[in-house]
């Protein structure tokens, strides 16, 4: 399958997974929630992961894990914080940060370069993420533009899911670096399948009663669980196709349908400011597809 469609795929799973956490689990921990979006979609894979034949993993592929996995925990903690706790509309957007800063990552760890239409892409859905913070303006002005810069000290929710975003610029980058001993399926998978194990490890040490999450309902954290590892999947196989800006930025348009979801589900106001901010990510989307 093409890396687009892959990405559009993983960005749905990414937004129905944030949807459902956030309104079935509204009362859970965030630990509890990071069991299930982690350790839950981990042991979902695992069965997947045995039927590999897995290749010989040096040295250097195990450091890269080793450094990963940590982040990978503290970023899920603060994502599930920020849209347990706050509006949708006021945290997914900063995840458009990403793209931006994985073409900064993905230059010196990687070397990868992105074209001008691609830059041109990733900023446009950069700036539609900014407009969606535009609440509570009537009218663009110099005072209003400064918003989201505002949201960002004012909205916890908000510098929760910055940090994230910065997290993620990590772990894109360094996860591609990682990919390199490993078929990009295989290794989603199994990525997944051990961050799960030492989620569900390491919140069995620090906090045991976050492991019995079955009170918030078997179907519940299943949806939960296996949009998660819908997106694990198609996420690594997308990202093996094309340079990780160009994946993360396509990925980022999660956005959109997280702003769907918020309206819907949640009742979130100003869909109507939010679609138009959403035509420039779709905008950028387009560019990078081209």
């Not at 009663?209 to 918030?216: D, F, G, H, Q, T």
Request: charged letters at 10%; a positive charge.
């Amino acid at each position: 399958m093409h890396w687009l469609a892959l990405s559009l795929i993983c960005a749905f799973a990414l937004a129905s997974s944030d949807a459902a956490a956030k309104h079935w689990m509204q009362s859970a921990g965030a630990r509890e929630m990071v069991v299930v979006r982690l350790g839950l979609s981990g042991l979902l894979l695992t069965p997947w992961v045995l039927t590999f034949e897995l290749p010989p993993l040096p040295l250097p592929f195990w450091g890269w894990l080793a450094v990963l996995m940590p982040l990978e925990l503290i970023a899920m903690l603060l994502y599930m914080r920020a849209i347990r706790d706050h509006p949708l509309a006021l945290t997914v957007p900063y995840l458009a940060f990403t793209p931006v800063l994985v073409v900064i990552t993905g230059w010196i760890v990687l070397g990868e370069t992105v074209s001008g239409i691609g830059l041109l892409g990733i900023l446009l859905v950069v700036a539609g993420s900014w407009l969606l913070n535009f609440e509570q303006a009537g009218r663009l002005t110099p005072a209003t533009a400064l918003a989201p810069l505002r949201a960002i000290v004012v909205n916890r929710g908000s510098r929760l899911m910055l940090i994230t975003a910065a997290i993620y610029a990590l772990t894109s980058v360094g996860g591609k670096a990682a990919m390199a001993w490993m078929p990009p399926a295989q290794f989603g998978a199994f990525y997944f399948a051990l961050l799960g194990a030492l989620t569900l490890v390491m919140v069995g040490i620090t906090k045991p009663s976050a492991l019995r999450v079955s009170r918030y309902g078997g179907l519940a954290i299943l949806v939960v669980a296996v949009f998660m590892a819908i997106m694990v999947v198609t996420h690594f196989m997308a990202l093996a196709q094309v340079e990780a800006a160009y994946m993360i930025a396509v990925k980022r348009s999660s956005l959109l349908f997280g702003m769907l979801y918020g309206a819907m589900l949640f009742g979130e106001r100003h869909l109507g400011r939010h679609l138009v901010a959403g035509t420039l990510m779709v905008g950028g989307v387009a560019a990078i597809a081209l």
